[in-house]
């Protein structure tokens, strides 16, 4: 067989991923045309020398028709593991569809992990029919994986570990480590624990392989580790392996004994999913829907369309106090959008500075009085800056001196409070307990919107009449 | 010595991380007032226990005038290790200030892949002049790997790596293995190599431990590796580790042989730097400013709101269209900010799903028609509701039923265009080659904000006069 990876051609403009990267569109339609016509020969040849990844991937990108077909072609064309990797719609949508038995078998060619983000997501009647299957030892571990809150650290790990007693010799645990215990397959260290249970440090196995055999292990163990609690948020555990560069880390019980062990590989997954979420939010979208349905995602941004639409009603209400001077100098109506606009960007440009700062943990008590006084400053020097020229754009559009300079003091206050509001108002919310990442936006437009319409029409009422 | 993480009270509300994470708001304080009085034993007290991780983000959190001090206390009370993790301007504000021996100093101290993280940084002269000083061999490894491209998997990888020739043995693997070969200290797996240096697998030494001493290497060894060529970008390594799950991956030269090698944990930081990238660019900042100095943060940010500036004002002249329509119905004037934000808000929410999707490479050639097909109907189905909500709000409002249509229709059209114009905009700029996250927005504002005033304005002219 040849090489799968280089059999595809790669049609992307940057061809950096080529025979690296297994999907194409061109792929994506053979497949189609293939499934379209029941062809399996042509089926298998060209998903079964795709990874479970690429093939998670293509079911992706296959029409909901094509979708519903996947059942047959599973545990031969298609392999289950691509379950995975699938997008969580895209995946209820074909769980859905699975007969009890094909769940079963799927949910069985799975690592305990990936079986588990699986399972936490059906519905309890199926999930206790599904567990009812198993044997008794292997619905235990998922009983009590099931047992410790969602997206926690207990969830995340894997229940397999390597771990040997602290009084041991580096000969005694490569020994240890060749007899046919019941270790996993693959593992980068091994936990040393004391008589406890407790974790008190980490044998690399390169590094085991490399000190004479009567050396005790706890002479070359890395002590500096850091324990998980089996209840820790993932986003937690997230920020410590990235924060000290950690491979893996034991996670542990009440008591302070090992129950598991978290890898980075797992935790690319995680950051990827916070960070995802992030982004999401601050856009206005609660989850990436772009493999829901049409009625799901209509509803779910609908819903954060109108919390909007009643600040922009706030927004309008403001206008309507001035409708009188608008009627006089219809100029205010034309102009009124500038201030907004430079306003809501100003003040999205700090507040996506500040909910990343809050999440990465730099934004703090000991330096927000500082960010503060930054912010004021940056605000009124490119006040100043937007004033003089939306000032002279001003004046030759509508040639009254008034108009020039309501306009330009509009923009300092503005961009002043737009930057303070934006700093603020994320710092607030994470004080109170509120992801910064989800309202920030719509509470900083309504701020900037009200303040910036009626310092605006406020001061052009005073200086025009 | 006490356990240095479990010294530190943690004063966050979420109390998880207390513990783990050493870094308090009350440590900061102690250590600036301890640089403050120059008390040296209170400043080794507070800060040499922590983790480099952890200094660096004490130095961030302290005032320019403290960073200024800590050169002399480098190498003593602060760990030299600290600047691998420093945000790249506050280390660039350090390392202006530092004397060149302190400078050679550090980058001795650190591992080669952080070493080269801060000489790419420095002005060519005093790059040119650190490199002087280091021996032969050092140089022209670090005059190598600068002649890789900017974040290219060149300056990623590390140089050290373990390759072991096809034809061994498990024993003659582990017997190098333990021989003081000139092997990195730590290491995941032996990469299996043929004569030519080409890479063909890769053994995890957790597994090469579990067999027999006579078994051929290749027969245990994983085939499935992806090979990373040195010039790859960053972001295509760090989807590629995502993709597949990779832990490690072999980097190769132009001919294919192996020079280098890739660890899931270096591609931890590329994942955070590169979602970091994207969440500012849509939120219309070039880079985190938190520690830049005011200058240049209102420089970057002024020429961004420079360009929201001149889409504003186009907003506007499309607004002075039709001043004679507003000067007869100023409710026009005060409707004006709903229909511009609605269709701002659903065409931001669309773009993020879809430079998000476009991202991880969910979004192609292949279900683009789909996906404009599905939110084409979301925006008209979101559109209807809205323009009933809205209209009927505008009716009570104005006691106008004309004005309450004219809304209505509006409601509809905007976000039809908002939906559409946020789907279309980032796939054409990635078709054309630039990066969507940039200037996505930017481009939607003005288009709704045309589309919708246009048509709005434009309709009541038609059925108001």
Redesign the interface.
């Known amino acids: 067989m040849a090489d799968p990876n280089l059999a595809v051609v790669e049609d992307r403009?940057?061809d950096?991923?080529e025979g690296?990267?297994g999907?194409t569109?061109d792929l994506?339609?053979s497949v189609h045309a293939a499934i379209a016509a029941d062809d399996r020969a042509t089926v298998r040849e060209l998903v079964e020398p795709l990874?479970a990844?690429?093939q998670a991937?293509l079911v992706?990108?296959l029409?909901s028709a094509d979708r519903d077909l996947i059942e047959k072609y599973l545990g031969r064309e298609f392999d289950p593991q691509l379950f995975a990797y699938l997008?969580e719609a895209v995946r209820e949508d074909l769980l859905e569809d699975l007969e009890p038995e094909a769940l079963a078998r799927v949910v069985n060619e799975l690592d305990t992990d990936d079986a588990l983000d699986i399972i936490e997501d059906l519905e309890d009647a199926d999930q206790a029919a599904l567990l009812q299957q198993m044997p008794v030892g292997e619905r235990a571990l998922y009983e009590e994986a099931l047992g410790y809150p969602e997206e926690s650290a207990g969830r995340l790990m894997r229940r397999e570990y390597?771990a040997i007693p602290i009084d041991w010799s580096v000969g005694q645990a490569?020994d240890y480590?060749?007899s046919?215990a019941e270790?996993?397959?693959?593992?980068?260290g091994l936990f040393v624990v004391g008589p406890d249970h407790k974790p008190t440090g980490i044998v690399?196995?390169?590094?085991l392989?490399?000190r004479r055999r009567y050396v005790p292990v706890k002479n070359i163990m890395e002590t500096?580790i850091?324990?998980?609690?089996v209840?820790?948020?993932q986003e937690?555990v997230a920020?410590?392996?990235?924060?000290?560069?950690?491979?893996e880390a034991p996670v542990i019980d009440d008591a302070g004994r090992i129950v598991g062990v978290i890898t980075?590989?797992d935790?690319?997954?995680v950051?990827?999913e916070e960070?995802?979420e992030?982004?999401?939010k601050?856009?206005?979208?609660q989850a990436?829907?772009?493999y829901e349905a049409?009625v799901a995602?209509?509803r779910l941004?609908?819903s954060?369309?109108?919390v909007?639409?009643a600040?922009?009603?706030l927004?309008?209400i403001v206008?309507?106090l001035f409708?009188a001077e608008?009627?006089k100098v219809?100029?205010?109506?034309?102009?009124?959008?500038?201030v907004?606009?430079?306003g809501g960007?100003?003040g999205?440009?700090t507040?996506?500075?500040a909910v990343?700062?809050l999440a990465v943990?730099?934004?703090?008590?000991?330096?927000a009085l500082?960010?503060l006084g930054?912010e004021l400053?940056?605000g009124a020097?490119?006040g100043l800056?937007?004033a003089v020229?939306?000032g002279t754009?001003a004046y030759f559009w509508f040639s009254e001196m008034e108009i020039a300079l309501v306009i330009g003091a509009a923009m300092i206050v503005n961009l002043v409070v737009a930057n303070v509001a934006g700093l603020l108002i994320p710092l607030g919310l994470d004080?109170a307990?509120i992801d910064p990442a989800v309202s920030s936006g719509v509470i900083l437009?309504t701020v900037t919107?009200v303040i910036g319409?009626l310092f605006f029409l406020g001061l052009a009422g005073l200086v025009l009449f």
Chains 1, 2 share one sequence.
């Open positions: 403009e940057d950096d991923l690296l990267y999907l569109d994506v339609r990874h990844a690429d991937d992706q990108a029409s997008d390597a490569i480590m060749r046919d270790l996993p397959d693959e593992f980068y690399m196995t390169s590094r392989l490399r500096e850091k324990l998980i609690p209840t820790m948020d937690d920020f410590l392996f990235h924060q000290y560069g950690l491979v980075v590989d935790v690319v997954h950051i990827h960070h995802e992030d982004i999401l601050l856009g206005g979208v990436d829907d772009l049409v995602t209509t941004r609908g954060w369309l109108l909007n639409l600040t922009a009603i927004a309008s206008i309507g409708q608008i009627e219809v100029a205010l109506a034309v102009l009124m959008p500038i907004a606009s430079m960007n100003a999205t440009q507040l996506t500075v990343r700062a943990r730099e934004l703090t008590a000991s330096n500082r960010v930054k400053l940056v020097i490119n800056v937007f020229l939306m754009v004080r307990g437009t919107d319409f």
